[in-house]
């Protein structure tokens, strides 16, 4: 296993759990959006983000919910680069994630603004040229399975064995990304992306399976619908659910959290890591 992340030269060690804190520059995500378009929104965000104890900042330019708006790649790569520019600019040596499915992109802020970390929703499927481009960049690279696409994804979902096809896909993925010489690759289940709350439950459940792939494990989870809908609540309402459920992620053994509410997320890794040395 994998037990550090290399960022443009800094380090970020995985043997204790990673908060990655999300950071929505658009105008119609799920649960933030248009919260932080202009600059002002933003740079306070961004500082919010690393005083509550994130490790890296996830910069998302393209709602992925389903049923969103398009965005053209020119207005995404304007967006991201705005923003990740701002978390250069007060925070040089925090390691910064892009959240993108465009290989296009990925290359542009690469050459612009330096290392990132690649966060693709659609694990190389709806752009052929993403392996090679995070290969030849060499930077690393978050794998995350998804049926279908975010427009369709949730339009009866269907697996004869979710956990057995998700591992699968992701194995498949990982071979292929090997043979090009790469292995900086970090798992992600793609919880809410093309499964119905019951294969969310169970993916949650055998996370263990997913640990055997010998890659560091992403969960995120955040506010999203296999919370609220189950408890019968909205986005803005489901923060308990969603650390319940982060908690139980680390207990069962993510590497990284990706949320929205860092300092909660913080604390659940503090008391699970004392809990641990406890044991």
């Known amino acids: 296993m994998v037990k550090y992340i290399e960022v443009g030269g800094e380090r970020v060690s995985l ?30 965000r961004i500082h919010e983000i690393v005083e509550q104890g994130a490790g890296i900042i996830d910069v998302g330019a393209y709602s992925t919910r389903p049923g969103a708006e398009f965005v053209d790649e020119r207005e995404e790569l304007s967006r991201l680069s705005f923003a990740v520019e701002l978390v250069r600019k007060y925070y ?13 992109v990925a290359r542009e802020i690469r050459h612009c603004l330096g290392d990132v970390i690649v966060n693709d929703i659609s694990g190389g499927t709806m752009d052929e040229k993403m392996f090679e481009t995070v290969a030849e960049m060499n930077v690393p690279y978050i794998l995350m399975h998804i ?8 339009v009866n979902p269907h697996y004869e064995d979710v ?16 043979a090009l010489g790469f292995n900086k690759i970090i798992i992600d ?30 969960v995120g989870i955040s506010r999203k619908t296999m919370i609220w809908k189950l408890l019968g609540c909205t986005p803005k309402d489901a923060l308990n659910g969603t650390m319940v459920l982060n908690t139980i992620a680390l ?6 959290l990706r949320v929205h509410d860092v300092r909660e997320a913080v604390e659940a890794v503090k008391i699970v890591e004392e809990l641990k040395r406890n044991s």
Do not use: C, W
């Open 15 to 44: 043997e204790r759990p990673v908060v990655m804190g999300i950071l929505n520059v658009t105008p119609d995500s799920f649960y933030d959006g248009g919260r932080y378009t202009s600059e002002l929104k933003i740079i306070e």
């Open 92 to 104: 040089p040596h925090l390691p910064v994630s892009i959240d993108t499915f465009r290989a296009n």
């Open 147 to 154: 049926q279908g696409t975010p427009r369709d994804m949730q």
């Open 163 to 178: 956990v057995g096809e998700v591992r699968q896909f992701l194995a498949e993925r990982i071979a292929r990304l090997n």
């Open 189 to 218: 289940q793609g919880f809410g992306f093309g499964k119905t709350l019951e294969h969310n439950y169970r993916l949650m459940e055998r996370i263990g399976d997913f640990l055997t792939l010998d890659y560091p494990l992403l």
């Open 251 to 256: 207990l069962k053994g993510a590497h990284i």
